[in-house]
């Protein structure tokens, strides 16, 4: 029996459910030593913003028990060095090419997606309304549903491809924020980005990161990532991209359980640069030993004993 | 340059002071091409406390034994943890990594402080390669952490600092006798604290004398995809693990 890996997203067509997270992937190019980019499901490259950002200063990294705080603040050039300098090297690859579109206003995450709107070999966006590492914007957006849902209806009435939205898992319930998104036009919600964090050296008593706090990602959160994957799977009927810890073909098949379409893989590519290709064979080894013929057959699979 | 990820066999992992140690690795197949300066990342497994790779200098490459050597500096629990790794464990690299120095073929001088040492060493052998002449200044805090003297003295004069005066010239390296006439090297290249990497950038400067410092920045990938350990330099936030480590000092906002 051969597995059949591909899952959808709306009308489009993943290979198999394997995307990279945005920040943790470079524009892809980076891992082609390691690997060959066209196996992956997709690439979801860095957040990327109306103008040039020079991020937060040094020290913007704290390694912290099974995961790390980062507080990178959105460094890139800005989406017109995206568009001429970047694209041209990275549109040939034949997976899917995903933009992460990040701002600090209404009008800059719609100038973005506009703007990536017009390019024919990026068939979707991933909207960043969850960055906790950004001064204005950001996360702002992510953490009240009127102000989710009026981001999400602006983007939606100038983008015509596939709309991702990013949700950050630092609210109260992220099923309303997931329900005032879909309210808002979009086709996928992607969850969780990372979690609002803090590392302290006692020794020099200063914080470890220039920015005191920062966004926490590694296997550390990957329990809280399934369990909000869980609770938004229940509270919409858009597909939803898990990811949060993801480092195993295991945690993966979790994530897919819990409601996840497909999934992505962050930090776990700086431990292993060819991490994505092993989840993608143990992925499919696993829908052998379990006779899966469809991955997406897995979606929201969990069983749940319901006769106490 | 090509990048690997690749396991290695410990072959040897020595003891050289209370707070260095000395790894050898092995793998059966050649070695890349790996200039001075370059990096390896490495992971670190059966450590729960520790989650990264540790990016570490590399030290010295023997092509034909397809080995290499890592000087390492026992800094927080991963590295600790190396330096009980017994002979014949795996160890899985991601290398080489980053830019390596520009080889001079004049009078060089090369000035290690503490761990600053390990991507001199093989420096050192590729400029002799080069045709370069070598004169290496080793600071240390006092004798008994001094190491490296014979392996340098292979390759050029050597000249030692250590803060007590227990060996050498007393002070910081930047002290020595040798600065008074620093105006007949070509090159300098320096790796350590830096403070004191910055002090030489002054004196470079004054001289105008070209200088490369390797930088020791936190890390996460090491391939330019997370953006954490960012250096100011003139043309803004650049990765250390991809434009780096080696930096000319021109090149860099705060030396």
């Known amino acids: 029996m051969i597995t059949d890996l591909n899952v959808s997203i709306q009308q489009l067509s993943f290979k198999n459910p394997v995307l990279t997270a945005s920040g943790t992937f470079g524009y892809g190019i980076e891992f082609e030593y390691f690997i060959d980019i066209n196996r992956l499901g997709g690439i979801i490259v860095k957040g990327t913003t109306g103008q040039h950002r020079e991020g937060n200063r040094y020290p913007r990294m704290a390694e912290t028990p099974s995961g790390m705080l980062n507080a990178v603040g959105l460094q890139n050039k800005g989406v017109d060095v995206f568009i001429n300098d970047i694209y041209p090297k990275i549109q040939h690859y034949d997976t899917n090419i995903i933009v992460n579109v990040s701002g600090s206003s209404i009008e800059e995450y719609v100038a973005v ?97 220039s920015t005191i706090t920062g966004g926490l990602s590694g296997p550390a959160v990957k329990p809280v990532a399934l369990r909000m994957v869980w609770q938004v799977y229940h509270a919409v009927k858009i597909p939803i991209i898990g990811l949060g ?48 013929e469809h991955i997406k057959d897995l979606t929201g699979a969990l069983l749940i004993e319901t006769n106490h | 340059m090509k990048k690997y990820v690749q396991d290695f066999t410990v072959i040897a992992n020595e003891k050289v002071n ?14 890349p091409e790996i200039r001075a300066g370059q990096f390896v990342e490495v992971r670190i497994d059966q450590a729960p406390d520790t989650f990264l790779r540790r990016p570490i200098s590399i030290h010295d490459v023997d092509f034909v034994q397809h080995q290499l050597r890592l000087l390492v500096k026992i800094n927080g629990t991963g590295t600790k943890h190396l330096s009980r790794i017994s002979n014949g464990t795996p160890l899985n690299l991601v290398y080489p990594l980053g830019n390596g120095f520009t080889l001079t073929t004049g009078r060089a001088l090369l000035i290690g402080g503490g761990c600053g040492l390990a991507p001199l060493y093989y420096l050192a052998k590729q400029l002799k390669q080069n045709g370069a002449s070598i004169t290496t200044i ?66 470079a400067r004054q001289h105008q004398i070209p200088c490369e410092v390797s930088l020791e920045n ?38």
């Not at chain 1, 849902?149 to 099923?175: C, F, M, Q, S």
């Not at chain 1, 309210?183 to 990161?209: F, K, Y």
């Not at chain 2, 930047?174 to 350590?192: D, K, M, R």
């Open chain 1, 245 to 292: 810890g993801i480092t195993s073909a295991t945690d993966a098949i979790e994530f897919m359980l819990a409601g996840a379409t497909a999934i992505e893989i962050g930090t776990a590519n700086f431990l292993d640069p060819q991490i994505t290709l092993k989840v993608i064979e143990g992925m499919e080894n696993y829908c052998q030993r379990h006779h899966v």
């Open chain 2, 138 to 203: 080793i600071g240390t805090r006092c004798q008994s952490m001094l190491f490296g003297l014979d392996q340098f003295q292979s390759l050029g004069d050597v000249l030692v600092t250590t803060e007590d005066g227990s060996c050498g010239e007393q002070g910081f390296v930047t002290q020595h006798s040798i600065f008074q006439q620093i105006e007949t090297f070509n090159f300098l290249y320096s790796c350590g604290p830096e403070p004191m990497m910055k002090a030489i950038a002054k004196v």
């Open chain 2, 18 to 31: 209370s707070d260095y140690f000395m790894l050898t690795l092995q793998q059966e197949a050649p070695l």
């Open chain 2, 218 to 255: 936190m890390m996460a990938c090491g391939i330019g995809a997370c953006l954490c350990c960012v250096t100011e330099t003139n043309s803004g936030h650049q990765c250390v693990c991809t434009q780096g480590p080696v930096f000319n000092i021109n090149d860099l906002k705060n030396y």
């Open chain 1, 113 to 209: 997606a506009e703007k990536i709107d017009t390019l024919n070999q990026i068939p979707a966006i991933e909207l960043n309304i969850s960055c906790p590492n950004v001064k204005q914007g950001g996360m702002a957006f992510g953490t009240q549903c009127a102000a989710a849902e009026k981001v999400v209806r602006a983007v939606r009435d100038v983008y015509h491809k596939t709309l991702i939205v990013k949700l950050t898992p630092n609210v109260t319930n992220i099923a309303e924020i997931a329900q005032a998104v879909e309210n808002g036009g979009a086709d996928a919600v992607s969850l969780i980005n990372t979690m609002l964090g803090m590392s302290i050296d006692a020794e020099t008593r200063r914080p470890r990161l």
